[in-house]
């Protein structure tokens, strides 16, 4: 779908100047069936200049087709390619949306009088990890399309400092007024994908009591994806000097992000509604507020494609 689009684009537009490639942190880990499993697989921070894992993984297969189809232009059109981690932000049917899979699970607990339980690792429960804002990765993909520093290099995209699930998972709870439970050993832990495969009736009850727009449990949700961000076995943090030293100094604090976004998630009617869908589609760049005048171009089912005012092309992946 990338090939398509950009055989199209980057011939075809006389004033396209920058392409923007948004892939992630598996760059650096493997996909997701053997993430930190593959040899070779480099100790945190990481830093862009670490080498390719030597594993099939479809970022790399992006990042060629993008040089390739880039360099038919000779040096007309820039490129710039975006490793976020674990993005906070609110988008409806996500495949990757870990915010409002968590609200969800908490006001299904709410509804049943439950306590939220921590379902995952005690390494992902005490250790240190990062995160990506969404509106920061847009602020980042903005300034690598217009500074000129930024020409033809890979960042990390990260807030800038570490946060554990620990200190989260409480801020969690106080949204929906409930008490909450953390790591309690092994035998404490479970498959939250099992354990809300048979909620959709509390789903149900939930919209109808407060009027929300009617959707499926499974159209909102993504347990699959939480139980794989809550069960690492590993640390995993990356470096953000590169940016820093070609001249991007955005940060995020972490702790108020995640608060910012459940609440964001809590304050629609629905994931699904309009305003939600214009603000961060596929967990991608925000296109709403402060950057509005991005303009959405084409979106496919993994990925989206943006032109700015300034012909320039923000690829998510």
Same mark, same amino acid.
């Given at each position: %779908?990338?090939?398509?689009?950009?055989?199209?684009?980057?011939?075809?537009?006389?004033?396209?100047?920058?392409?923007?490639?948004?892939?992630?942190?598996?760059?650096?880990?493997?996909?997701?069936?053997?993430?930190?499993?593959?040899?070779?697989?480099?100790?945190?921070?990481?830093?862009?200049?670490?080498?390719?894992?030597?594993?099939? !993984?479809?970022?790399?297969?992006?990042?060629?087709?993008?040089?390739?189809?880039?360099?038919?232009?000779?040096?007309?059109? /820039?490129?710039?390619?975006?490793?976020?981690?674990?993005?906070?932000?609110?988008?409806?049917?996500?495949?990757? !949306?870990?915010?409002?899979?968590?609200?969800?699970?908490?006001?299904?607990?709410?509804?049943?009088?439950?306590?939220?339980?921590?379902?995952?690792?005690?390494?992902?429960?005490?250790?240190?990890?990062?995160?990506?804002?969404?509106?920061?990765?847009?602020?980042?993909?903005?300034?690598?399309?217009?500074?000129?520093?930024?020409?033809?290099?890979?960042?990390?995209?990260?807030?800038?400092?570490?946060?554990?699930?620990?200190?989260?998972?409480? %801020?969690?709870?106080?949204?929906?007024?409930?008490?909450?439970?953390?790591?309690?050993?092994?035998?404490?832990?479970?498959?939250?994908?099992?354990? %809300?495969?048979?909620?959709?009736?509390?789903?149900?009850?939930?919209?109808?009591? !407060?009027?929300?727009?009617?959707?499926?449990?499974?159209?909102?949700?993504?347990?699959?994806?939480?139980?794989?961000?809550?069960?690492?076995?590993?640390?995993?943090?990356?470096? %953000?000097?590169?940016?820093?030293?070609?001249?991007?100094?955005?940060?995020? !604090?972490?702790?108020?992000?995640?608060?910012?976004?459940?609440?964001?998630?809590?304050?629609?009617?629905?994931?699904?509604?309009?305003?939600?869908?214009?603000?961060?589609?596929?967990?991608?760049?925000?296109?709403?507020?402060?950057?509005?005048?991005?303009?959405?171009?084409?979106?496919?089912?993994?990925?989206?494609?943006?032109?700015?005012?300034?012909?320039?092309? /923000?690829?998510?992946?």
């Amino acid at each position: %779908m990338l090939g398509n689009v950009l055989s199209v684009v980057v011939p075809g537009c006389p004033a396209l100047a920058h392409v923007c490639l948004q892939t992630g942190r598996k760059h650096y880990v493997g996909p997701f069936e053997s993430i930190c499993k593959i040899p070779g697989v480099p100790d945190p921070p990481y830093t862009e200049d670490m080498p390719r894992l030597d594993c099939p !993984n479809f970022y790399y297969d992006q990042e060629d087709v993008l040089f390739d189809e880039v360099s038919r232009r000779d040096g007309a059109v /820039s490129w710039s390619v975006h490793r976020p981690t674990l993005i906070f932000g609110f988008s409806p049917r996500s495949a990757m !949306n870990v915010v409002g899979s968590l609200c969800v699970y908490a006001a299904i607990c709410c509804k049943e009088g439950a306590t939220p339980r921590w379902p995952g690792s005690r390494v992902a429960w005490e250790g240190f990890t990062d995160a990506s804002d969404a509106d920061l990765v847009a602020e980042h993909e903005i300034w690598a399309a217009v500074d000129p520093f930024t020409k033809n290099e890979a960042f990390n995209c990260s807030n800038g400092d570490v946060f554990k699930w620990k200190q989260l998972w409480p %801020m969690l709870a106080d949204h929906f007024g409930l008490e909450w439970a953390g790591y309690e050993g092994e035998d404490g832990r479970f498959i939250i994908a099992d354990a %809300m495969a048979r909620k959709e009736a509390v789903w149900a009850e939930i919209v109808q009591e !407060n009027e929300l727009v009617t959707t499926e449990l499974k159209e909102i949700t993504n347990w699959w994806f939480v139980d794989a961000v809550l069960n690492f076995e590993v640390e995993h943090l990356d470096s %953000m000097n590169k940016s820093k030293e070609h001249g991007f100094l955005g940060f995020r !604090n972490t702790a108020n992000s995640f608060n910012a976004w459940i609440g964001g998630a809590c304050s629609t009617p629905t994931p699904l509604a309009a305003s939600a869908c214009e603000r961060d589609y596929f967990s991608c760049a925000s296109t709403h507020g402060f950057h509005g005048w991005w303009r959405l171009l084409i979106i496919g089912f993994h990925g989206c494609f943006y032109f700015d005012l300034f012909r320039r092309v /923000s690829v998510c992946a």
